[in-house]
């Protein structure tokens, strides 16, 4: 009786142990095998890309970004034409440091995994990649931003396309440069390895307004005045407008034009932290967007219950913990120029074989829908506004309508002994019929959103207006 006892519980206890075994590997091959085959570091794929030549990358007009071509030792080599441009967008495919950017997420398709090759064996290469980046914007947009750090966001508002992304500082994508150059990529303070576009995050001052206009508008607020003193008291804090301007009795239209933090300010501690975080939540503050490149939540970076009155006076003028993107600024942006709909933002338009049938194609997907399409409608008008008649002066266009938004944030990073300010500007044209939006920041530039990324905005947004 013993024996069989003994017998019986090794079978349950093999039993257990093959169940456990089958259960494990239905949920590595269900849920985990994807992104253990997909990881950059796996060694079984850079064994087939010894073997599969890697799909290119083009432009949306059919420009060469990056190829792959055979060395003088018959090894694969990633090649990229136009060098760093690309480097916050394509980013590498190296076999020692991985890959990044499109060439990590979209790495299944590069290989040509999940569709039909007709090409076998030495002579097998992957899918082709056709962006939305337009090149020539993509090249412009990098000469406006020269040698200064931060990030240039353009896209459609109505269909989410990402027509340029750049950030600065960048670096050399080619494998040899990385090996040559990585520790002191690593090291470097300026952190060129981070796509600024995507994944930086900065307090966004007065662009921020955009949302705080949005929930003043749904409280019934376009008619109400306020006295504008200059400065505004919260607490042991006194937040004042730029070089101390008093503008006297101004509605909600003026104060947005001119930047007003007092009225903004005002706005935001009588609405309270409950009504300001849900806008906020709203616009995307807090999610993680499933885009093409891995990026940044935005955030607003209060416990449950600790934001008060006067945090939320703070938020509303674009300050306090909060903290967002240059590509969620441009969503922002873009969601007032849609008539109040977030579209989801995309690069990669569709991938093709070799006999150039289409394997992969995106889909235009509305991310939310935050306000209505009045409450769009108006802010469309008060950033009108604001560039014909008020801080964002700088990115008129002769002959067309454009809206937008500066702003100036306060950051805790000190160059050359002084705090100087991270400075924005997001806006979109023509105001009446929308094409382009654009979002410029600049880290640490020492000025206004208004006299220096307003002109870069104007810029990028003209020469893709003469383009089209």
């Known amino acids: 009786?013993?024996?069989?006892?003994?017998?019986?519980?090794?079978?349950?206890?093999?039993?257990?142990?093959?169940?456990?075994?089958?259960?494990?590997?239905?949920?590595?091959?269900?849920?985990?095998?994807?992104?253990?085959?997909?990881?950059?570091?796996?060694?079984?794929?850079?064994?087939?890309?010894?073997?599969?030549?890697?799909?290119?990358?083009?432009?949306?007009?059919?420009?060469?970004?990056?190829?792959?071509?055979?060395?003088?030792?018959?090894?694969?080599?990633?090649?990229?034409?136009?060098?760093?441009?690309?480097?916050?967008?394509?980013?590498?495919?190296?076999?020692?440091?991985?890959?990044?950017?499109?060439?990590?997420?979209?790495?299944?398709?590069?290989?040509?995994?999940?569709?039909?090759?007709?090409t076998l064996g030495e002579n097998r290469r992957g899918f082709d990649l056709h962006l939305t980046i337009d090149h020539e914007l993509q090249r412009f947009a990098r000469e406006q931003l020269g040698n200064r750090h931060g990030a240039i966001i353009a896209l459609e508002p109505n269909t989410g396309r990402i027509l340029a992304m750049v950030s600065n500082p960048d670096f050399d994508p080619h494998h040899a440069s990385l090996v040559a150059n990585w520790s002191a990529l690593v090291e470097n303070p300026n952190s060129p390895l981070l796509p600024r576009a995507t994944q930086g995050l900065y307090a966004p001052g007065s662009v921020f307004k955009i949302v705080t206009a949005a929930a003043a508008y749904e409280a019934g607020m376009t008619d109400r005045i306020w006295h504008d003193t200059g400065a505004f008291n919260i607490g042991d804090n006194i937040v004042r407008n730029h070089n101390n301007a008093v503008h006297g009795n101004i509605d909600l239209a003026r104060a947005f034009a001119v930047s007003s933090n007092y009225v903004f300010c005002a706005i935001g501690y009588e609405l309270g932290a409950r009504r300001i975080s849900e806008i906020a939540q709203r616009f995307g503050v807090g999610t993680s967007f499933n885009l093409d490149v891995t990026t940044s939540a935005s955030r607003l970076d209060y416990r449950a219950g600790e934001m008060t009155a006067a945090d939320s006076a703070l938020v509303s003028i674009g300050q306090g913990k909060l903290l967002t993107t240059p590509l969620h600024m441009a969503m922002i942006t873009a969601a007032a120029a849609n008539d109040g709909v977030m579209m989801r933002p995309y690069m990669v338009e569709r991938s093709t074989n070799d006999m150039g049938l289409v394997m992969y194609s995106a889909r235009r997907r509305v991310e939310s829908r935050p306000i209505t399409p009045s409450a769009a409608a108006y802010l469309r008008e008060i950033m009108e506004l604001a560039v014909t008649d008020g801080t964002g002066s700088q990115a008129r266009i002769p002959n067309v309508r454009v809206a937008g938004k500066t702003g100036t944030s306060e950051n805790e990073q000190t160059v050359g002994g002084a705090n100087r300010a991270h400075t924005w500007f997001a806006g979109f044209a023509p105001a009446n019929e929308p094409q382009i939006v654009v979002a410029v920041l600049l880290e640490n530039s020492g000025g206004t959103g208004g006299a220096l990324a307003a002109p870069i905005a104007r810029e990028v947004m003209r020469r893709y207006l003469e383009m089209e």
């Open 1 to 118: 009786m013993n024996t069989d006892k003994r017998i019986i519980l090794s079978l349950v206890f093999i039993s257990a142990l093959f169940l456990s075994l089958i259960t494990y590997l239905v949920h590595f091959n269900m849920f985990r095998a994807g992104d253990v085959f997909a990881n950059s570091f796996n060694r079984r794929t850079w064994e087939d890309e010894a073997r599969i030549q890697r799909g290119s990358i083009f432009d949306r007009n059919g420009i060469l970004l990056a190829r792959t071509e055979v060395d003088g030792h018959g090894n694969n080599v990633r090649q990229y034409p136009h060098g760093r441009l690309y480097s916050g967008v394509i980013g590498y495919s190296s076999p020692v440091y991985g890959r990044t950017q499109l060439e990590m997420s979209f790495d299944a398709n590069l290989m040509g995994r999940g569709g039909i090759n007709l």
